[in-house]
């Protein structure tokens, strides 16, 4: 079983940054592909950012397109995903999640992931 642990939400005002960190009982490159996920209130959990071809490729939601950008520290088996002009629309339970493959495109549906955290919530006021 694999363990995800997502920390560095909190409450920031528009256009600020925030980092978030995902920390996994198993390696984050090879045959692993990670992802963040996002969920607001009365939606859909929605792909924010997912790797491929264990993280050599990488997939942005337009909506974070230029302004998110994911990192991975392989010794620390740590992803994270720094988060720079937030915007309202942002605020959501931001979860990190993985699943062992090695794919030649995007997998961006939640239910093509195996392992989630448990969420970390971001809002950002306005």
């Known amino acids: 079983q694999v363990q995800l642990a997502e920390s560095g939400g909190g409450l920031v005002q528009a256009g600020d940054s925030l980092r978030l960190s995902c920390t996994t009982s198993?390696?984050?490159?090879?045959?692993?592909?990670m992802a963040w996920f996002r969920q607001a209130p009365g939606k859909e959990r929605e792909f924010v950012v997912t790797?491929?071809?264990?993280?050599?490729?990488?997939c942005y939601s337009d909506s974070v397109k230029g302004r998110f950008i994911i990192s991975r520290d392989n010794a620390k088996n740590a992803v994270y995903l720094q988060m720079n002009s937030l915007k309202p629309e942002d605020s959501a339970v931001y979860y990190c999640?993985?699943?062992?493959?090695?794919?030649?495109?995007?997998?961006?549906?939640?239910?093509?992931?195996?392992?989630w955290g448990q969420g970390t919530q971001v809002t950002v006021s306005s």
């Open positions: 999640a993985s699943r062992v493959s090695r794919s030649v495109v995007c997998k961006t549906m939640p239910d093509e992931y195996t392992y």
């Open positions: 198993r390696r984050t490159y090879g045959n692993t592909e």
């Open positions: 790797t491929y071809r264990g993280g050599e490729g990488l």
